[in-house]
């Protein structure tokens, strides 16, 4: 079955811990995308990438690192320096041309104390 | 600039009614597209419908349906005969055609749907 995968579903971590969220897919998609959604609040684009070994930043990267060394992965660290870490994020893959819908993984919540 | 807003943060009725979550955008691209997802209780977003800008027809899937007017700059989505399954959150995106900005979707801020047994 085609799709995309997050793991876990649940991440609980201490403060001043950096944590990784896992995003994989296969579609065969070249661009990926991490977002975060905080209660009754829409998607921000954290980071996205349109192809391997490149990733631009989006609209609140700031206290966040990714990588894309492989077409299927685009995993997230959310590092020490994000300031209110505890969220859902939900990364996304789509296909080369513009008008390509996104679609979703099942999403981490993370929660940190 | 490009900008999604859904002024309803949430809506109630019972279920059979029908039920329009309405979504305007501003974007200055002449070639653009329009989506509409659903956000159910689980988390992980459904992708429902794509509309590119040169399209204004109006599509009708099963009790779903969706309204763009350029006119008004919005794409607005009708659920007829609502059903208890249709409790989500929905989201109404933009996804430019050009420049920097290519590929990036605009979410608006969703509205929450409760429908009532």
């Known amino acids: 079955d085609g799709g995309i995968t997050q793991s876990p579903k649940y991440l609980f971590r201490k403060e001043g811990q950096n944590v990784t969220l896992s995003c994989e897919q296969n579609l065969n998609h070249d661009a990926m995308y991490w977002y975060r959604q905080d209660p009754g609040q829409g998607l921000r684009l954290i980071y996205y990438s349109q192809i391997v070994n490149d990733f631009q930043k989006g609209d609140i990267a700031e206290g966040y690192s990714v990588s894309r060394e492989k077409k299927e992965s685009f995993p997230l660290t959310v590092t020490s320096a994000q300031k209110n870490p505890t969220a859902f994020y939900l990364c996304a893959s789509s296909g080369p041309e513009s008008s390509y819908e996104q679609y979703f993984g099942p999403g981490t919540r993370l929660t940190v104390t | 600039a490009q900008k999604v807003t859904q002024a309803q943060t949430e809506i109630s009725v019972v279920e059979k009614e029908d039920v329009t979550l309405d979504c305007v955008y501003e974007?200055?691209?002449?070639?653009?597209?329009l989506f509409w997802y659903k956000q159910p209780p689980s988390g992980e977003l459904v992708f429902l419908i794509r509309?590119?800008?040169?399209?204004?027809q109006n599509e009708i899937s099963g009790r779903y349906s969706w309204n763009f007017q350029k006119s008004t700059s919005s794409f607005n989505f009708t659920i007829t005969a609502s059903q208890v399954v249709d409790s989500a959150v929905y989201f109404c995106?933009?996804?430019?055609?050009?420049?920097?900005?290519?590929?990036?979707?605009?979410f608006g801020r969703g509205t929450q749907l409760t429908v009532w047994p």
């Open positions: 974007t200055r691209d002449t070639t653009y597209y």
């Open positions: 509309r590119n800008s040169f399209d204004e």
């Open positions: 995106a933009l996804k430019s055609d050009r420049g920097s900005t290519l590929g990036r979707l605009y």
